[in-house]
């Protein structure tokens, strides 16, 4: 007796190589824009802040006046200092300095 083996196809079943290239369109489509260059940071001084800033960008750093006023009276020795204004201008250094 022979042996007869038949197939029977049932239903449609795509194949995976179908489905991986197709996963791979979509892929390539979710695929982000490229980026932009970073935004720039940027800041605004309020009307306070510009007068603020012109003020300091006016006063000079030393008082000119002020220092040939010291110089001159201790070059007299008419410049005294207290003990205890020493030790306060050391004190408001120290925590200035932080």
């Given at each position: 007796?022979?042996?007869?083996?038949?197939?029977?196809?049932?239903?449609?079943?795509?194949?995976?190589?179908?489905?991986?290239?197709?996963?791979?369109?979509?892929?390539?489509?979710?695929?982000p824009a490229p980026?932009?260059?970073?935004?720039?940071?940027?800041?605004?001084?309020?009307?306070?802040?510009?007068?603020?800033?012109?003020?300091l960008s006016t006063t000079p750093d030393i008082r000119q006046e002020r220092v040939d006023a010291i110089k001159k009276a201790m070059d007299a020795g008419t410049y005294n200092v207290s003990n205890s204004q020493l030790a306060d201008a050391m004190v408001n250094e120290f925590f200035k300095r932080g």
């Amino acid at each position: 007796m022979s042996e007869t083996n038949n197939m029977r196809i049932d239903s449609f079943q795509p194949s995976q190589n179908i489905n991986d290239s197709e996963q791979v369109k979509r892929r390539q489509q979710e695929k982000p824009a490229p980026a932009q260059a970073p935004a720039q940071d940027s800041a605004e001084l309020s009307a306070h802040g510009r007068n603020l800033q012109e003020t300091l960008s006016t006063t000079p750093d030393i008082r000119q006046e002020r220092v040939d006023a010291i110089k001159k009276a201790m070059d007299a020795g008419t410049y005294n200092v207290s003990n205890s204004q020493l030790a306060d201008a050391m004190v408001n250094e120290f925590f200035k300095r932080g």
